[in-house]
C-alpha cells in the first residue's frame, strides 16, 4: 500500500492559480524531478502556508497523495533567499534560472545534479560580488550538461580534429563548434546540418571553455568585456533556443504519432 503522506525538499519553480483560492505550484524537487502540486487555499491573505511556498524558496513540504494532483498539507522555509529578494536584476535572473529548469525538466525524472546546481546558484545570486550576467552563462551550460545536450567546445564536431587556437564557427544544429574548413566545404554533409554555424571569436571560445570546465568559485573571477559577454549570451541562447523547439516538436511529433496509431486501429 502506498503511503498518503509524504515529505519533500523543493524548490518552487512556477505558481499559477488555480480553482478560487488555491495555487498550482510546479516544484523542483533532489528525487522526484520535476512535479506539480496544489496549495489549498494559498491565495487567502490569512494563508500560513502562502510565504513558505513563494518562487524561488527552498522548502520543505509534506504532501499528501491526491487522485491527481498531490495536496501540500504543510510548509516551512527552508531558505528565502531573502537577499537575491533585494535587488529586481537579480530577480530576474532567478526568473529567468528556473524557467529553463522547468522547460529542460520532465516530471518524475530525478536530476540531482541539476537540482544542486540550482540550489547553489539562487544562493551566488544573492552574493552583489557575482556578476548575474556570467553566473547566467555558467549556469547555462552546466544545465546543458546536466540534460545531456553539452555543447562540444574543443573537437571539430564534423571531422573530430582539434580546434585551433584561430577564428572558428559554431553551430546550434551540429551540437558544438567547427574548424572553418569544416563549416566552409562541409556544412551540407554535416550530420544535423549546420545551415545555421556562424563565426565564433577566438576569445569568446575561452570563455565558454572556461566555463564549461572550472567551478564557479573560479570562473566568477573572470572579467569580460561587454562585447564578449554579449556574443557569449547569443550563442548560448541559440543553442537553447534551438534544443527547445527541438524538445516541443520531438513531443509533437509522438503525439502526432500516438494519434496516427490510433486512428490506424479504428481504421
Ligand atoms: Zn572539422
Not at 537579480?90 to 522547460?103: F, K, M, S, T
Not at 556562424?198 to 561587454?226: C, D, F, H, M, N
Request: proline fraction near 3%.
Amino acid at each position: 500500500m502506498r503511503e498518503r503522506l509524504y515529505r519533500v525538499e523543493a524548490i518552487v519553480l512556477k505558481r499559477t492559480d488555480y480553482g478560487e483560492a488555491d495555487r498550482l505550484l510546479t516544484l523542483f524537487t533532489p528525487d522526484l524531478g520535476k512535479m506539480r502540486a496544489i496549495a489549498k487555499g494559498a491565495r487567502k491573505p490569512s494563508s500560513r502556508k502562502s510565504g513558505h511556498v513563494e518562487l524561488f524558496t527552498h522548502t520543505a513540504l509534506l504532501l499528501a497523495k491526491g487522485r491527481q494532483l498531490d495536496i501540500i498539507t504543510q510548509a516551512d522555509t527552508i531558505d528565502a533567499f531573502l537577499p537575491l529578494r533585494e535587488n529586481l536584476e537579480r530577480v530576474g535572473y532567478a526568473y529567468y534560472l528556473a524557467e529553463l529548469v522547468d522547460r529542460f525538466s520532465e516530471e518524475g525524472t530525478e536530476n540531482r545534479a541539476l537540482y544542486d546546481l540550482f540550489l547553489r546558484a539562487l544562493n551566488w545570486l544573492g552574493d552583489a560580488v557575482n556578476n548575474p550576467a556570467l553566473l547566467a552563462r555558467f549556469f547555462e551550460l552546466r544545465l546543458l550538461q546536466y540534460v545531456g545536450y553539452r555543447p562540444q567546445l574543443f573537437k571539430c564536431i564534423h571531422c573530430g580534429k582539434a580546434i585551433e587556437p584561430i577564428e572558428n564557427y559554431f553551430s546550434a544544429e551540429a551540437g558544438g563548434i567547427l574548424d572553418p574548413d569544416c563549416a566552409q566545404t562541409q556544412r551540407e554533409h554535416i550530420a544535423g546540418h549546420a545551415r545555421d554555424a556562424q563565426i565564433l571569436s577566438l576569445t569568446a571560445l575561452k570563455v565558454l571553455r572556461y566555463l564549461q570546465t572550472r567551478e564557479w568559485e573560479t570562473a566568477r573571477g573572470l572579467r569580460l568585456t561587454p562585447e564578449v559577454l554579449s556574443e557569449v549570451e547569443a550563442l548560448l541562447q541559440r543553442f537553447i533556443t534551438h534544443h527547445l523547439e527541438r524538445n516541443l516538436k520531438s513531443v509533437e511529433f509522438l503525439r502526432e504519432l500516438k494519434a496516427g496509431a490510433s486512428v490506424g486501429r479504428q481504421a
